[in-house]
């Protein structure tokens, strides 16, 4: 089911953990609708020095934000800004398409974190507290379905061309 | 590394008298039963023992057993063959919320083609409750589909109760056994069902066999149409090997039945104190009592039950975080959120069944092993952070 690239980053997660004093916190999704990922910060020079995690999640989520913490390890701000949720899944050569959406979750944390960064350094943001993005469900008139593609109109339950459930969770 | 199997609600492995008896028939009997040549007829004989065999499970009469490709075929069978035998004379039918997917999805398909469904809650322990059923009884009413005990959470359901109001209102009434049969006894000479699916890979039978009692004079249209075998029920050239498996995994299943029982007991509890006592934050899911003696649901706090199964199989232990046909899915399952439990706690789920091989040995294993791997996830959750400093 998951490429041996993904199995090894879940197996065996890189930068899980915390960092206290982290220049800059993101969190998005919450436990209820399904994956939550943290993502700390310390930043030197716009250059992201050291990244840590904390998800509870699939074996996906977890091996999304070990892969997403190594490929924006060592990079600039903006250099990480431009990572995306595709970067990351390639780099895990690829995950099962039911599973896509633990890695928007993941650039999402980064870039929240980056943003929260930023804010703080603006001084927009409580000092201490990390930036909450609320993992609302995507605002969409259409949506399509993740196993056969057929467009389905707005909160339908399931796909009304192959019957497969539609995740309005995420 | 020796291996731990604790995945039997997945599938069983053959009996060794199954796997005998289905290489008999591969290496010796290829007629049709329905040729009345002396091929034909070798094979008309073992089709009908095995009729008797599953019929004896049950402890039905052989001509009430219709054998199908297994329990979704059994159920989609019993469901869409009475909706439209007695589609004249109403269009509502009434099952519960934490049915299988294979019935949950054959109702929205007849929801398509204007039945009405009503759709039952369980309580906490997931128990539906019986004068809810007869409150829902309409004239329209058609069908109660109720399962005998659940494929998740292990909650047997009082279906002698049920049956006895179905039959009081004169409401056909299926219950999809396919978790129970093999597994607890079932005697339908004394429980007003009139039809239940099974399906012979819960009890160490072929998979892609199962079957359909219909209790004789129940109206139900065919759900394989083509010609006259199962007694005109079933179209098709029978799966003679599948069939004669699930003949003799049911007669195994009923003759171990009387000492797997206690052991699977024994079982049970040594998982369930044990785990008590080496894990913290755990929730027990599915009746204290009324419950399969083979099935453990634990809901595990702060982690979630992919990431806990995928290290255990590393480890070499084989459990499933719920059932495998619905394990595509993304959403936390339909039987858990069902019984009122929260979204989170319900994505901590693990689904350990045991089997006829199972030991005390393999629990004391699980029981070794499970502890750390908890602990590993816990320490990478966010959530866990958060309520240790709550």
């Not at chain 1, 943290?38 to 091996?63: H, P, R, S």
């Not at chain 2, 009475?82 to 054959?106: C, D, M, P, W, Y």
């Not at chain 2, 012979?200 to 359909?212: D, H, T």
């Not at chain 2, 339909?334 to 393999?362: C, E, K, N, P, S």
Request: aromatic share 4%; glycine share 8%.
């Amino acid at each position: 089911m998951y490429s041996p690239t993904v199995l090894d980053h879940f197996k065996n997660p890189r930068n899980v953990g915390e960092i206290s004093e982290a220049d800059g916190v993101g969190e998005v999704g919450n436990p209820v609708c399904g994956d939550m990922i943290n993502v700390y910060l310390k930043v030197n020079n716009d250059v992201i020095e050291d990244i840590k995690f904390k998800t509870f999640g699939c074996g996906a989520a977890i091996a999304v934000s070990s892969m997403l913490t190594e490929l924006a390890k060592g990079k600039t701000l903006d250099e990480a800004m431009k990572i995306t949720n595709n970067d990351v899944a390639q780099a895990l050569e690829g995950l099962p398409k039911n599973k896509l959406h633990c890695s928007n979750l993941g650039a999402d944390a980064l870039h929240a974190a980056i943003k929260n960064y930023r804010d703080r350094q603006a001084n927009k943001a409580v000092s201490g507290e990390g930036e909450k993005v609320p993992h609302a469900p995507e605002k969409i008139d259409a949506c399509y379905c993740p196993y056969c593609d057929m467009e389905n109109k707005g909160e339908a339950p399931f796909c009304k061309s192959c019957g497969a459930d539609l995740p309005h969770e995420h | 590394m020796s291996v731990v199997y604790l995945d039997n609600y997945a599938a069983t492995p053959l009996h060794p008298k199954v796997k005998e008896g289905m290489h008999q028939i591969v290496d010796n009997v290829f007629g049709n039963p329905s040729s009345d040549h002396r091929f034909g007829q070798a094979a008309a004989e073992a089709l009908d023992q095995a009729r008797q065999q599953t019929a004896a499970l049950l402890n039905a009469e052989p001509q009430d057993i219709v054998f199908t490709s297994g329990g979704t075929e059994s159920v989609n069978h019993a469901i869409k063959g009475v909706a439209f035998s007695q589609r004249e004379k109403g269009r509502h039918i009434i099952t519960t919320n934490i049915e299988h997917k294979s019935v949950l999805n054959t109702l929205r398909t007849l929801r398509l083609v204007d039945y009405k469904i009503t759709s039952l809650d369980v309580d906490s322990h997931g128990l539906v409750d019986p004068a809810a059923v007869a409150q829902a009884i309409t004239a329209e009413t058609i069908l109660i589909t109720i399962q005998m005990a659940n494929n998740e959470i292990g909650t047997v359901q009082p279906i002698a109760e049920i049956g006895r109001i179905a039959k009081e209102r004169k409401v056909v009434f299926h219950t999809d056994a396919v978790a129970a049969a093999g597994i607890i006894p079932i005697n339908v000479k004394e429980l007003p069902v009139d039809l239940l699916s099974l399906a012979a890979n819960q009890f160490n039978g072929p998979s892609g066999v199962g079957a359909l009692y219909v209790r004789r004079g129940t109206p139900i249209w065919p759900l394989i149409e083509g010609g006259v075998q199962e007694n005109r029920k079933r179209a098709g050239t029978e799966n003679l090997v599948g069939i004669v498996g699930l003949g003799l995994a049911a007669e195994m299943a009923r003759l171990e039945m009387p000492d797997r029982l206690p052991r699977f007991q024994a079982l049970r509890q040594k998982l369930i104190q044990g785990l008590q006592e080496r894990i913290p934050h755990l929730v027990f899911n599915g009746h204290p009592t009324q419950v399969l003696p083979h099935l453990v649901s634990v809901s595990v706090e702060f982690i979630e039950g992919e990431g806990l199964m995928l290290l255990l199989d590393e480890e070499g232990i084989c459990v499933a975080t719920r059932s495998a046909c619905a394990s595509g899915s993304l959403r936390a399952s339909h039987v858990l959120i069902g019984t009122g439990m929260d979204f989170a706690l319900a994505q901590g789920t693990l689904l350990i069944t045991f089997g006829r091989d199972t030991t005390a040995a393999d629990i004391d294993r699980l029981l070794e092993v499970m502890p750390g791997v908890v602990q590993t996830l816990r320490d990478m959750s966010p959530i866990y952070q958060k309520s240790a400093a709550n």
